[in-house]
C-alpha cells in the first residue's frame, strides 16, 4: 500500500467553479500535512500546510484535515486557468528526532476558461 | 533572500557512466533534502540531512547512488553507473528544521536524461 494516495486526475474543471483534491495517508503516526503546487517543468511550491484536525483557510485555498479517517483535502475556490497545475499532497511522519517527508504522486487540475 | 541552488540544470549522459549534482541551500537551513521526481509521479525522498548526518537514506539504491554534505552546508548527489531508469528531475530543497512545522523550498531542479 502506498504511503500517500492521490487521483492523478486530471480534475477538470470550469474557470469560477470549486476544485476538490483529495489525498489519502497509509501511516497513522504523520505529523503534518502540505499540499504542493507544481507547474510543468517547475519545482513544487508550498501552497497550504496543516497540522491538526478541521479547516484551515488562506485566500482562495481551504486545507481539510481528518486524521481519523487519515484524509487531507485541498479546496481551490473561484479556480483560474492559472490554477492549472499539479498538486501534490505530502505528508511527515516521525522518525526518531526529525521528520520524514513522503509525497503523493500528485493529481493534475485543468481549469478551463 | 538567495534560494536553493542547484547545477547544472541539465545533464546527459550514457548508461554507465557517472554524474555529480550539486545543491547549496538557502543560508541558515540545517536540513537538507534529496528528491528523484519521474515524470509523471511525485518527488520521491532519496535522503534526508540534517547539517552534515544523514536522517534517512532508506531509498537512497546505496549500490549506485551516493550523497554527502559538507560541512553542513553544500552537498553533492552522484550516481555511478547510471542506468536508464535514472532518466529524472533531481531536486534539492531544504528547510531551516526537519521538525513538522518546516517549510521546504525547493531549487530549480536538475533533469537527468540517460541515453
Known amino acids: 500500500q502506498k504511503e500517500v494516495e492521490q487521483n492523478s486526475g486530471p480534475l477538470s474543471v470550469p474557470e469560477g467553479a470549486i476544485a476538490s483534491l483529495n489525498c489519502t495517508y497509509s501511516d497513522r503516526g504523520s505529523q503534518s500535512f502540505f499540499w504542493y503546487r507544481q507547474y510543468s517543468g517547475k519545482s513544487p511550491e508550498l501552497i497550504m500546510s496543516i497540522y491538526s484536525n478541521g479547516d484551515k483557510e488562506d485566500g482562495r485555498f481551504t486545507a481539510q484535515l481528518n486524521k481519523a479517517s487519515q484524509y487531507v483535502s485541498l479546496l481551490i475556490r473561484d479556480s483560474q486557468p492559472s490554477d492549472s497545475a499539479t498538486y501534490l499532497c505530502a505528508v511527515r511522519r516521525r522518525s526518531g528526532g526529525s521528520y520524514i517527508p513522503t509525497f503523493g504522486r500528485g493529481t493534475s487540475l485543468i481549469v478551463h476558461p | 533572500e538567495a534560494g536553493v541552488a542547484q547545477s547544472p540544470r541539465y545533464k546527459i549522459i550514457e548508461k554507465r557512466q557517472s554524474v555529480a549534482f550539486w545543491c547549496n541551500p538557502i543560508?541558515?537551513?540545517?536540513?537538507l533534502y534529496w528528491y528523484q521526481q519521474i515524470l509523471g509521479q511525485g518527488p520521491k525522498l532519496l535522503i534526508q540531512?540534517?547539517?552534515?548526518?544523514?536522517?534517512?537514506d532508506s531509498q537512497l539504491p546505496k549500490d549506485r547512488f551516493s550523497a554527502e554534505r559538507l560541512k553542513g552546508v553544500d552537498s553533492t548527489l552522484k550516481i555511478q553507473p547510471a542506468k536508464l531508469e535514472d532518466s529524472a528531475v533531481y531536486l534539492c530543497?531544504?528547510?531551516?528544521?526537519?521538525?513538522?512545522?518546516?517549510?521546504?523550498?525547493f531549487g530549480p531542479g536538475t533533469r537527468l536524461t540517460v541515453l
Open positions: 530543497a531544504s528547510s531551516l528544521v526537519s521538525q513538522g512545522q518546516g517549510t521546504q523550498y
Open positions: 543560508s541558515g537551513h540545517a536540513t
Open positions: 540531512f540534517q547539517n552534515n548526518g544523514v536522517v534517512d
